[in-house]
């Protein structure tokens, strides 16, 4: 019998690195227009259309907004592996992508930046969202925690006089 062939390291390599360019590139698209009548919670759904066709993974994304509960156990949101299913219960997008490092992680437990899978979260979101929203950023940034409040209000759309 013949044996699969397995993708080697370095092909992997090229993948995470085409994949995380396509990330950058899909969220500078998706939030830089100001003039769009989207809210950020389509704008979120269509992204995650996107990234799990990039990187091939088979994840749902639920926003239950008015789940208070879960939000203030969880701090926002959660992905469960068993159900492969993000839950946010904000809508914001450094939490969302906060939660697809986590799906990463899992599905490609090689590609990851830092031993600790939080700290790999946050670090993985904030460096896709300096690429590609770099005034976001900032805003995140300077705000650290309560960033993922206040980003809402703010709609992302801060990039496009850069
Ligand atoms: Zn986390």
Redesign the pocket.
């Known amino acids: 019998m013949k044996k699969r062939n397995v993708r080697s390291k370095s092909s992997k390599d090229v993948f995470f690195k085409k994949a995380q360019l396509k990330t950058v590139e899909a969220i500078a698209k998706s939030f830089s227009n100001r003039n769009e009548k989207i809210g950020n919670k389509k704008k979120i759904l269509n992204l995650h259309s996107e990234l799990r066709r990039e990187w091939r993974v088979l994840v749902d994304l639920k926003i239950e907004e008015k789940n208070y509960e879960r939000m203030l156990i969880t701090g926002g949101s959660e992905f469960e592996p068993k159900s492969s299913t993000i839950k946010l219960y904000l809508v914001s997008l450094v939490v969302y992508l906060?939660e697809f490092k986590?799906v990463l992680q899992f599905f490609y437990p090689e590609y990851r930046a830092l031993k600790d899978p939080?700290e790999d979260?946050f670090a993985w979101a904030l460096a896709v969202i300096k690429q590609g929203l770099p005034r976001y950023y900032e805003l995140v940034k300077k705000n650290g925690f309560f960033a993922r409040f206040i980003a809402e209000r703010y709609r992302y759309e801060v990039d496009e006089e850069a």
């Open positions: 906060h986590h939080e979260a």
